[in-house]
């Protein structure tokens, strides 16, 4: 799978997964777990993947 060389459109990406996954109101540890594991794959920083879990 390739993924965006555009940073905005990875962020993208990693901000709908992470809002698909609050929508029972809250992210569990897994689910957490899982979003930075993407997020690493997207090669999105940490402080990035952090403001967007915030």
């Known amino acids: 799978m ?3 060389e555009n940073r905005e459109e ?3 990406i ?3 997964l992470t809002h698909v996954s609050d929508m029972d ?6 689910e957490e777990l899982l979003i930075r594991s ?3 794959k997207l090669n999105i920083d ?3 993947t952090d403001d ?3």
């Open 46 to 48: 940490e402080q990035t």
């Open 14 to 16: 990693l901000t709908m």
């Open 52 to 54: 967007i879990l915030s």
């Open 10 to 12: 990875r962020i993208a």
């Open 38 to 40: 993407i997020a690493i």
């Open 25 to 30: 109101g809250n992210i569990d540890e897994r």
């Open 2 to 4: 390739e993924f965006s």
